[in-house]
């Protein structure tokens, strides 16, 4: 065999392989620097305050879990009153959902072998979101629509 051709297959091999080693440490530096979407499960308390003539809202609970929703929003409220949750990141608005406002609700119920409606105003109520997001700075505000009315913002928070 020439010398020239015992070295080549060596080199080849050589190169191959530092070329293939390159490429996966570049993935791994990709992958743990591109942000991994989350869910957040947030649980909170709603009461009505007649004194301002808007509701106080507070987070009492909120979880954060590895992964991706399949579907990451609800769709949106078509009611007169509802709540308006805006999600930012890096200071911008990347989604925004509509839901149904906890202390308003209409309810259908059975009367005989009638069905009624009634509307429910309650002074206070729990309810559960969940939503994705994509990075840790990221902003949720919630704004309160009555009957029409402008949007009230009444919750800012980091989550």
Known sequence: ??????????????????LAACNTSKTSIIAASSPKPQTVFALFKIENDSQQNKSKIQLKEKMKSDGALKDPYPADWSGSQYLTFEISQKGKLVHAFKVEHPLYKHV???AGDDLKSKQLNLDQAEFFVRF????????????????????????????
């Open 132 to 159: 994705q997001i994509d990075n840790s700075d990221t902003f949720l505000k919630i704004y309160e629509t009555l009957q029409g009315d402008d949007k009230i913002e009444i919750l800012t928070i980091q989550l």
């Open 108 to 110: 259908e119920y059975a």
């Open 1 to 18: 065999m020439d010398k020239s051709n015992y070295w080549k297959p060596i080199i080849l091999f050589w190169l191959l392989t530092s």
